[in-house]
């Protein structure tokens, strides 16, 4: 079929040669990284998380993840480190006065900047965007880049004033080397304390088994116990001696006609006077 009219055909429409592997674009990849959310795909908007190897979210989508863990997801494994809402961290991020937003590019007719993001480092003015490495701390949430951490040797935040240590900073998005490091330090944290709380347990409960040495026991010294004596005079704060309880039981049994006091003589009782009316 085909070659009507004296066409010739060349021989890559006649034979099949092997696929070209498509080549992804990493700037591309970089702002998709930055932009949208590593679990819902959705654009990333505040309030926004970052997990333990770096990743960022957003928390909606995180709790979302929490609540129904059986759910179907593209991109579950990415979470698949997350027990808790405790183990992801909310971001103290810096506004970019360059980002227009959306806004500006409704119809789709303008020029949109890929690589001007909506966060920049509060420090030097970098902005987020995946050509610098950013960090943040795990105490307080506040994002900087690495070149201000360089620049600016410091022990405390720079935005907050938290004091913080190297060796706790979590790398953004960083490369496969980058989150090799922090899951392997991910673990170690975990493992050292589920051993914390493993050694916290077994104590507790040799403490509760431990016998009180403040209970009453045998005595191991061999002497005989002495009987308590009670010191002389009045005990301040004992009951009310059996005199005045019965003084006061008398007193309330005195406003009751049945009591003795109530009864009359017999000079004080009267004949009786009966009188029949009659009503006409």
Request: aromatic share 6%; net charge positive.
């Amino acid at each position: 079929m085909g070659c009507d009219g004296g066409t010739i055909p060349k021989r890559h429409e006649l034979v099949k040669g092997p696929k070209k592997v498509e080549k992804v674009d990493k700037n591309a990849e970089l702002a998709a990284k930055w932009r949208y959310c590593a679990l819902s795909q959705e654009k990333l908007k505040r309030p926004i998380v970052a997990c333990e190897l770096g990743r960022l979210y957003n928390k909606d989508a995180i709790i979302e993840y929490l609540l129904d863990k059986s759910a179907e997801r593209p991109n579950s494994e990415v979470v698949a480190h997350i027990r808790s809402i405790k183990e992801v961290k909310e971001l103290n991020l810096t506004d970019n006065p360059a980002w227009e937003g959306e806004r500006h590019n409704i119809k789709g007719d303008c020029y949109e900047d890929m690589h001007c993001s909506m966060f920049i480092c509060p420090v030097v003015g970098l902005e987020m965007n995946g050509k610098h490495k950013f960090l943040y701390l795990p105490t307080c949430g506040c994002v900087f880049s690495e070149r201000a951490l360089k620049e600016v040797k410091t022990e405390i935040c720079h935005k907050c004033g938290d004091p913080f240590q190297e060796d706790n900073l979590v790398m953004l998005n960083g490369t496969k080397e980058d989150v090799e490091k922090l899951q392997k330090a991910m673990e170690e944290r975990r493992s050292k304390a589920k051993s914390a709380k493993k050694s916290k347990k077994s104590k507790d409960t040799k403490v509760s088994k431990a016998p009180d040495s403040t209970a009453p026991g045998p005595s191991t010294s061999g002497e005989c116990s002495k009987p308590l004596k009670a010191p002389p005079g009045p005990i301040i704060g004992s009951k009310r001696s059996i005199q005045d309880m019965k003084d006061k039981s008398e007193t309330y049994k005195s406003l009751f006609t049945s009591h003795s006091s109530a009864k009359r003589t017999k000079d004080q009782i009267s004949n009786w006077v009966t009188h029949t009316p009659y009503h006409f």
